[in-house]
T-cell receptor, first 113, second 113 residues
Framework: NAGVTQTPKFQVLKTGQSMTLQCAQD?????MYWYRQDPGMGLRLIYY???????DKGEVPNGYNVSRLNKREFSLRLESAAPSQTSVYFC????????????FGSGTRLTVV | GNSVTQMEGPVTLSEEAFLTINCTYT??????LFWYVQYPGEGLQLLLK?????DKGSNKGFEATYRKETTSFHLEKGSVQVSDSAVYFC????????????FGTGTSLTVIP
């Protein structure tokens, strides 16, 4: 099925560990996004990539890095995980015309202990 | 700047009750407006949208009208079902800011039989 695929679905890390969240889309969308979702705060943009080869910071980029590996894949890396990064992470892609909205992945639930 | 404000939740309704979830926005340009729905354990799904003033978006019995004069996009449904229990997010996309999406904090709806 066409859409946005995120891996893993669940992850538990110890403080200081590193990990990479993977995201891939098969809709040939140019733009891709990483959000985090926390209770009472809605979705906050971490990083985005408007097109292949470009990345930009969003609202809450500290502690994260991203790589737009190719048009399909956009990964999010935590170099040294902290408990404050416990959250649900969503990847989204966008065709480029607002009418179509974003397409979201099913999320990665990350717990840092 | 751009922002979205939603009514605070949680909202609990009996089956077949009328639903309204308020959403107001501020935008620098001419935004498109969206409602997304998130079922437990899943990502966000586009529910409905409207791209210009006075447009009405509708889907699955839900409706919302783009009101430029009141900068609002309230979500309504005449008769809710248990299966409508979810978190609802209002969002806008503004072409003047590169079509970046701005989300409200979400409103949790629980429908009881």
């Amino acid at each position: 099925n066409a859409g946005v695929t995120q891996t893993p679905k669940f992850q538990v890390l110890k403080t200081g560990q590193s990990m990479t969240l993977q995201c891939a889309q098969d809709m040939n969308h140019n733009s891709m996004y990483w959000y985090r979702q926390d209770p009472g705060m809605g979705l906050r943009l971490i990083y985005y990539s408007a097109s292949e080869g470009t990345t930009d910071k969003g609202e809450v980029p500290n502690g994260y890095n991203v790589s737009r590996l190719n048009k399909r894949e956009f990964s999010l890396r935590l170099e040294s995980a902290a408990p404050s990064q416990t959250s649900v992470y969503f990847c989204a892609s966008f065709q480029g015309q607002a009418y179509y909205g974003y397409t979201f992945g099913s999320g990665t639930r990350l717990t840092v202990v | 700047g751009n922002s979205v404000t939603q009514m605070e939740g949680p909202v609990t309704l009996s089956e077949e009750a009328f639903l309204t979830i308020n959403c107001t926005y501020t935008a620098t340009g001419y935004p498109s407006l969206f409602w997304y729905v998130q079922y437990p354990g899943e990502g966000l799904q586009l529910l409905l949208k409207a791209t210009k003033a006075d447009d009405k978006g509708s889907n699955k019995g839900f409706e919302a009208t783009y009101r430029k004069e009141t900068t609002s996009f309230h979500l309504e449904k005449g008769s809710v079902q248990v299966s409508d229990s979810a978190v609802y997010f209002c969002a806008l996309s503004d072409s003047s800011t590169g079509n970046q999406f701005y989300f409200g904090t979400g409103t949790s709806l629980t429908v009881i039989p």
